[in-house]
């Protein structure tokens, strides 16, 4: 056996602060050739990882918990569209391991601390057969749970592969409890959860969530999805989910050359649905940041010029109702600046919205204002009133036209005080336009290969001019805001603009959020509609006390004041919360939870010994006992309590009670959290 010293790759940035593992932690290198299984556990015992090959040369893993099995033996290997499938006739020819426990400083994010402690496993399988194709399957083990991968070395008859599908399979070893989305269907990510039994899952997006038949729960995902396509899971037999890589615009779904790697497939495996949003996994399996210093990334409260055009009360095209005017843009000025939000979003600013945009968006031009938006003159007053404007960069789904326009949007940015642009590819999933070098014209999936890599092209751009990125219709989360700081928040799930329209998030949708999309990263929901109004005067299936709460359950570091100047100004009181809230913590609990049914979170200021608690459900009213003992102790705090008020309900108008109230709270004390159907309550606890 060979023992190696830990050699810990230095980070650079905020992301450079790193804890050495223990002087007794190392790294060791066991090779086993020829052997005929491997095995290596978590570092707290719990979790074990086997990886074997059956009678025919298939490579299968299982992964058990304790006394219990969480996946059964599943398959390994790839699909190719030109050459055999690798999978039978393998062999594992070495394994090693290695471990680390490190811990490294988030420049922003719901944890200013992150603790990697993970043991590794690297299966090197080969065939036996005249191919002798080869490749390593890496496995990181924490005590909450997995993440997976293949390294492909460059060789002889695997120089280059032109992937078909992967053969990843996940066979859970008992039946439960599903929630989860549709994959592939027209409307991107912008589904309803749906809770079935796991064994009826059809094609699902990920991260998929279950509770299994013994209680615990697990969410599967991918993380550091960069330069391939996105993977979904389709259920084949019992309970088995199978891998589906999204579609390209060529015959493989991914092609690849030379040294090669896929994204982890991550599994988080707790006790309950708290649990599973505890976990760093998916952070942990990202590089450490890229981009050296980013003190220019800042989180942030924004306000808008959106909700009016959401409703159809302006428009993003000219005209008599446009909404991007001067006046209009300077009146969310003031009102930003008096209540102390940095930020103003105005979205139909430039020359392209004019006529059917939606998927045509070749007109779309990034660095030129319409005549009545006066952007010199804005970026003056903004500057002023100590604002910042966040620029909207809507693509129409025509992704090649933007990436022609990278320099001169983000220089425009950079140049009118814009720190902050949140993009957009509105178009049906298929339909993204890609220029080809010789002029032609191919249709991608927003999820595919070919777009995993714009979205890096698009952050990496931004970044040369200090500009971070907000993406709508995005690609979905696997962490790589660690990477990348400047990706600050992405949609990629159905948000509070679908509160506007017939058809509206039902009451349980951002509970179902809490513990499946949450667990990808932050969701810019644009929450705090305290009017609870859409088109025409519809109701919002919510109450006041509900949005409030959202600040704090549903993460951003960009989180918007989704409501108008007007509306705000009807419930001061309650706005107040909106306008105290922070959007950078120091550290985050949850104290309860069930997926689809209620959540509480916990999370203290980075800037202050502050905590914020918000507590939603769904339909049923809730009684919900939270004890204090995260707070400091021997220090004294004033809650300021915002509760549903007499009657709340989010059926009726009295959707609108709120109860406001405060008390003193110590450490152990424990409050009684009561939600109305539809409700919430949102508490600051002040810190003396």
């Known amino acids: 056996m060979w023992v190696l010293a830990s050699a810990l790759c230095a980070a650079s940035g905020a992301d450079a602060q790193t804890t050495p593992a223990p002087a007794n932690e190392t790294f060791k290198f066991v090779p086993q050739v020829n052997a005929a299984g491997a095995e290596e556990t978590s570092p707290d015992g719990t979790i074990k990882v086997s990886v074997t090959t059956d009678p025919d040369g298939r490579p299968l893993y299982t992964i058990t918990r304790?006394?219990?099995?969480?996946?059964?033996?599943?398959?390994?290997?790839?699909?190719?569209?030109?050459?055999?499938?690798?999978?039978?006739?393998?062999?594992?020819?070495?394994?090693?391991?290695?471990?680390?426990?490190?811990?490294?400083?988030?420049?922003?994010?719901?944890?200013?601390?992150i603790r990697d402690n993970h043991r590794e496993m690297r299966?090197?399988?080969?065939?036996?057969?005249?191919?002798?194709?080869?490749?390593?399957?890496?496995?990181?083990?924490?005590?909450?749970?997995?993440g997976f991968r293949y390294e492909v070395p460059d060789q002889a008859n695997l120089h280059g592969a032109n992937i078909a599908e992967e053969l990843t399979e996940f066979t859970f070893a008992e039946g439960g409890t599903a929630w989860w989305k549709p994959a592939f269907l027209w409307n991107r990510e912008e589904y309803l959860y749906e809770r079935t039994p796991l064994s009826a899952v059809g094609t699902a997006a990920t991260p998929i969530t279950m509770k299994l038949?013994?209680?615990?729960?697990?969410?599967?995902?991918?993380?550091?999805?960069?330069?391939?396509?996105?993977?979904?899971?389709?259920?084949?037999?019992?309970?088995t989910l199978k891998a589906v890589l999204t579609p390209g615009s060529g015959r493989p779904k991914v092609v690849?050359?030379?040294?090669?790697?896929?994204?982890?497939?991550?599994?988080?495996?707790?006790?309950?649905?708290?649990?599973?949003?505890?976990?760093?996994?998916?952070?942990?399996?990202?590089?450490?940041?890229?981009?050296?210093?980013?003190?220019?990334?800042?989180?942030?409260?924004?306000?808008?010029?959106?909700?009016?055009?959401?409703?159809?009360?302006?428009?993003?095209?000219?005209?008599?109702r446009h909404g991007?005017?001067?006046?209009?843009?300077?009146?969310?000025?003031?009102?930003?600046?008096?209540?102390?939000?940095?930020?103003?979003?105005?979205?139909?600013?430039?020359?392209?919205?004019?006529?059917?945009?939606?998927?045509?968006?070749?007109?779309?031009?990034l660095a030129q204002p319409t005549e009545?938006?006066?952007?010199?003159?804005?970026?003056?007053?903004?500057?002023?009133?100590?604002?910042?404007?966040?620029?909207?960069?809507?693509?129409?789904?025509?992704?090649?036209?933007?990436?022609?326009?990278?320099?001169?949007?983000?220089?425009?940015?950079?140049?009118?005080?814009?720190?902050?642009?949140?993009?957009?590819?509105?178009?049906?999933?298929?339909?993204?336009?890609?220029?080809?070098?010789d002029g032609t014209t191919a249709r991608e999936w927003h999820e595919g290969q070919w777009m995993a890599n714009h979205h890096l092209?698009?952050?990496?751009?931004?970044?040369?001019?200090?500009?971070?990125?907000?993406?709508?219709?995005?690609?979905?989360?696997?962490?790589?805001?660690?990477?990348?700081?400047?990706?600050?928040?992405?949609?990629?799930?159905?948000?509070?603009?679908?509160?506007?329209?017939?058809?509206?998030?039902?009451p349980e949708h951002e509970a179902n959020l809490a513990f499946t999309r949450m667990l990808e990263g932050p969701m810019d929901f644009t929450p705090g509609v305290l009017s609870l109004t859409g088109t025409d005067n519809s109701p919002i299936l919510s109450t006041i006390a509900k949005q409030l709460a959202l600040y704090v359950v549903l993460y951003s570091p960009v989180q918007m004041a989704a409501d108008t100047p007007e509306n705000y100004a009807k419930y001061p009181d309650a706005f107040k919360f909106i306008r105290d809230v922070p959007?950078?913590?120091?550290?985050?609990?949850?104290?309860?939870?069930?997926?689809?049914?209620?959540?509480?979170?916990?999370?203290?200021?980075?800037?202050?010994?502050?905590?914020?608690?918000?507590?939603?459900?769904?339909?049923?009213?809730?009684?919900?006992?939270?004890n204090l003992d995260f707070l400091d102790a021997g220090r004294t705090y004033t809650a300021e309590i915002y509760r549903d008020g007499s009657g709340a309900d989010y059926r009726t108008d009295a959707r609108h009670a709120i109860a406001i109230e405060t008390k003193q709270v110590r450490k152990g004390d424990t409050l009684t959290l009561a939600l109305a159907p539809g409700g919430g309550q949102a508490i600051r606890l002040r810190a003396k």
């Open 372 to 437: 009545d938006f006066d952007a010199a003159e804005l970026a003056r007053y903004a500057k002023a009133k100590n604002v910042y404007i966040i620029g909207h960069n809507e693509t129409g789904g025509a992704a090649s036209h933007y990436e022609g326009q990278f320099d001169a949007a983000f220089r425009y940015a950079a140049d009118h005080g814009i720190p902050t642009i949140k993009t957009g590819y509105v178009t049906d999933a298929g339909q993204i336009e890609r220029t080809n070098p």
């Open 213 to 239: 038949a013994s209680g615990t729960h697990v969410a599967l995902h991918e993380a550091a999805l960069v330069d391939y396509a996105s993977m979904a899971v389709m259920k084949t037999t019992g309970n």
């Open 123 to 146: 299966v090197r399988l080969i065939e036996v057969g005249n191919l002798q194709r080869s490749y390593d399957i890496v496995f990181r083990i924490q005590d909450d749970g997995v």
């Open 457 to 506: 092209r698009v952050v990496q751009s931004a970044a040369k001019y200090k500009v971070s990125i907000d993406a709508h219709e995005p690609i979905k989360d696997t962490g790589l805001r660690r990477t990348y700081p400047n990706w600050l928040a992405r949609e990629g799930s159905r948000g509070m603009e679908y509160n506007a329209w017939p058809g509206k998030n039902p």
């Open 66 to 113: 304790g006394a219990e099995t969480i996946i059964a033996p599943s398959r390994l290997g790839f699909l190719f569209t030109d050459q055999p499938k690798i999978e039978r006739g393998m062999r594992i020819e070495r394994v090693t391991h290695d471990k680390a426990d490190t811990t490294w400083t988030q420049p922003y994010g719901e944890w200013h601390q």
């Open 583 to 626: 959007v950078d913590w120091e550290e985050t609990r949850v104290l309860n939870g069930e997926v689809g049914d209620y959540a509480t979170f916990a999370r203290r200021d980075r800037n202050s010994r502050d905590w914020y608690v918000g507590s939603i459900t769904d339909e049923n009213a809730r009684s919900l006992p939270v």
């Open 324 to 365: 991007a005017t001067t006046a209009n843009v300077k009146k969310y000025i003031d009102f930003a600046s008096v209540n102390k939000i940095p930020g103003v979003l105005v979205e139909g600013w430039n020359i392209g919205w004019d006529g059917d945009w939606a998927g045509h968006g070749s007109a779309m031009q």
């Open 256 to 320: 690849k050359q030379g040294n090669w790697t896929t994204p982890w497939r991550t599994l988080i495996i707790a006790n309950d649905a708290p649990g599973l949003y505890m976990s760093h996994l998916e952070l942990n399996l990202n590089k450490p940041n890229k981009l050296g210093d980013v003190s220019w990334v800042k989180p942030g409260k924004f306000v808008g010029v959106w909700w009016n055009m959401i409703k159809g009360d302006w428009t993003w095209a000219r005209g008599p």
